[in-house]
């Protein structure tokens, strides 16, 4: 592997923390005490061209690597995980399924919005019942002469409920074969017919990201809303998830990072006993851990990365990516609040927002306990 970025990823990662330095450090704090959805940082994303970064041109794409993609989600991280996570679910969960699964129509028909920032979409995995067993799933469709018939709820999808979220991706249990479910994947537009969203307010961490739930009650979905073929629901799904792990690696790599730097600025100013408190070898030697697991974090991703922009395997890496970042997120994270002392727990200061932030990470997208299982099996356990 060739460890030295391009050019072109160089540029990105100084273009995007210029942006997150710019427009998003000056309101972060203020949009999480509010809970408040920014459209205006939404749609500043995608005039920068963050959405759908990786596909090509015709479809509004910036025909651009993983890598790049990646290195935007940790940038944006660094200052604030809601601005991330909006990023990151738009790119892999609601952009990723319709790129990779759709008809040539509806690629042309749902990309180009969903990358101008004026347009999201969900992921319609998690239900109140199906989290890490996704085959839980009780939402059905039924086909017939007029389309399918949703009926069921989702809970904690990202990017689903704003104005400006114009459907979601839904998995459905569509029929029964020897016993066991047959999964579909369909896209539900806003205004369909029996289609509800509603906001979800209240939350400890990405208090300015848009979560939803939505609700299907006879729902009437048009036929060619299929995505994929009926009975490739799963596999849609979780061929998604693999490359959203990535994005929530990143989200973990780029959290750390922040929270690193403020530990480190706060150490240096912060004086005890007549010195900065960067001085004692407890703290040098917390701030030393911190940066060696930030390395070995950014390795391991960016190897990902690499693996899946050389078009070979890169499932266990990915799993490895998103387990270990997110809880190096969490330990550098708790690390900075204690070197911040009293102050880490004041929300005059960033790092309480950073640890909230991070605590989603081990869950989202696959929790840790599921990366473990996912990793056991490919090393033959």
């Not at 596909?55 to 993983?66: A, H, I």
Request: aromatic share 10%.
């Amino acid at each position: 592997m060739d460890y030295e970025l391009s050019d072109e990823q160089k540029m990105i990662r100084e273009t995007v923390r210029d942006f997150a330095e710019r427009e998003i450090r000056p309101v972060a704090k203020d949009l999480d005490e509010k809970g408040e959805f920014s459209y205006d940082l939404t749609k500043k994303m995608g005039e920068l061209g963050l959405f759908g970064m990786y596909l090509p041109e015709k479809y509004g794409g910036q025909d651009m690597d993983t890598l790049s993609y990646i290195i935007a989600v940790e940038e944006l991280a660094r200052i604030d995980s809601s601005q991330a996570a909006t990023l990151a679910a738009q790119n892999s969960l609601g952009i990723g399924p319709i790129f990779y699964y759709g008809t040539e129509e509806q690629k042309m028909k749902f990309l180009p919005p969903l990358c101008t920032g004026e347009a999201l979409w969900g992921f319609g995995l998690t239900e109140p019942n199906a989290g890490s067993d996704s085959r839980g799933t009780k939402t059905t469709a039924e086909l017939d002469e007029n389309g399918w018939l949703i009926n069921g709820s989702k809970i904690f999808i990202t990017n689903s409920a704003s104005t400006i979220s114009v459907g979601s991706t839904v998995q459905a249990v569509s029929g029964e074969k020897d016993g066991k479910k047959i999964f579909t994947c369909i896209l539900v537009e806003k205004g369909n017919p029996g289609f509800k969203q509603v906001a979800m307010h209240g939350k400890m961490m990405w208090r300015a990201s848009d979560t939803g739930e939505l609700y299907f009650d006879d729902c009437r979905v048009p036929a060619e809303n299929l995505l994929g073929e009926v009975g490739a629901g799963s596999h849609i799904m979780l061929k998604t998830l693999d490359n959203g792990r990535l994005s929530i690696a990143a989200m973990g790599l780029g959290l750390a990072q922040g929270a690193f730097e403020m530990a480190l600025n706060y150490a240096q100013e912060r004086k005890q006993f007549g010195k900065a408190i960067i001085k004692f070898q407890v703290n040098s030697f917390k701030l030393a851990d911190m940066a060696v697991k930030i390395e070995l974090a950014r390795n391991l991703l960016y190897k990902a990365c690499w693996l899946k922009d050389n078009n070979q395997d890169f499932k266990k890496e990915a799993a490895m990516s998103k387990l270990y970042c997110s809880e190096i997120a969490r330990e550098v994270a708790d690390e900075a609040v204690q070197i911040h002392g009293g102050y880490g727990l004041m929300k005059d200061y960033d790092i309480e927002r950073f640890y909230r932030d991070q605590r989603i990470l081990q869950i989202g997208e696959g929790t840790s306990e599921i990366q473990r299982l996912v990793i056991s099996r490919y090393i033959g356990c």
